[in-house]
């Protein structure tokens, strides 16, 4: 869990990487944006990502929060393929070594699902089309 005493907004974005398809990303928060306000499970809804484009969203995040976002994202033309993303948790470890700062940058291409790491200054690849095993975390 990552503590905060004051809000600390994120800024989570998916880039659609695709050769030529259309990218659907569902993103739900499983925890709960704050231990005392907030509700379980907010919706941030179903989006068409067109290619070269993103979609981006914001977790507040304040003290005691337990924010545990997961994206469903389908490539329903050339892969047909969905797979659960966890996109987003208030950890000290997933914000400070994988996004590294405010903005998590998910980048979805043919062959990998991959994350911005600020302190390598590079995308690194977490996740391979179509098997969709995890190569870091």
């Not at 005493?5 to 993103?27: F, G, P, T």
């Amino acid at each position: 869990m990552c503590y905060t005493i004051l809000r600390a907004d994120y800024v989570v974005s998916i880039e659609n990487q695709l050769s030529s398809d259309e990218l659907i990303v569902h993103c739900i928060n499983k925890g709960r944006p704050s231990t005392f306000i907030g509700k379980k499970g907010h919706d941030f809804g179903e989006h068409m990502v067109p290619v070269k484009t993103n979609y981006s969203f914001t977790v507040p995040n304040w003290a005691f929060s337990d924010n545990d976002v997961y994206c469903n994202v389908t490539c329903p033309n050339i892969l047909n393929k969905t797979y659960s993303l966890r996109a987003f948790v208030s950890m000290f470890d997933f914000i400070d070594h994988y996004c590294g700062g405010r903005h998590c940058f998910w980048k979805v291409s043919d062959v990998w699902i991959s994350l911005f790491n600020l302190k390598k200054k590079q995308y690194v690849d977490i996740f391979k089309w179509p098997n969709m095993y995890n190569t870091t975390f």
